[in-house]
């Protein structure tokens, strides 16, 4: 159902009843019986959702010196990231995500089109900002923004004095 407001909107309208929190209270109380099913078994590690829990204790430290946080950061870090054999360092990652890496404005079109149309672009790819390499002294920065239908193309050269 829906209602009317003061500025003429209309109003999604969501109705409880009190038999809705039955379904509730009994889904609460299938947990519970869960829990206690869970906590008196033999094998602590295998939590609620059939997981298991990371060997170690756990707890709650507060450092007092933020370069304490860093040596246990690290050596958590350490720990648990091992580098594959015959690796020397794990994988970087790229500098730039690869769809962002698809410029449209020096892609080739088809012949049949008019060349001056650019192809409609990819969403991830609006509102980024672009800087095409320096060419004979020019920097070229480029903007993609949509405004409804319409994507809006804007250039910027800049001469760069070497």
Known sequence: PTVDNEYGTKNNVVQVRSSDFDVLHALEHDQASSRR???????????????????????RFIPADISEL??????????????????????QPPLLPPHLLQG?????????????????????IVNHLYALSIKDGVIVLSVITRFRQKFVSTLFYKPIEG
């Open 70 to 91: 860093h040596n246990i950061s690290t050596s958590v870090y350490s720990r648990h990231m091992s580098i594959a054999p015959g690796k020397g360092s794990p994988p």
């Open 104 to 124: 449209i404005l020096n892609m080739d079109t088809n012949t049949h089109c008019d060349p001056n149309l650019l192809p409609q672009p990819n969403h991830v």
């Open 37 to 59: 099913r869970s906590n008196s078994s033999e094998s602590s590690e295998v939590d609620n959702l059939g997981g298991y829990s990371p060997p170690g204790e756990y707890g």
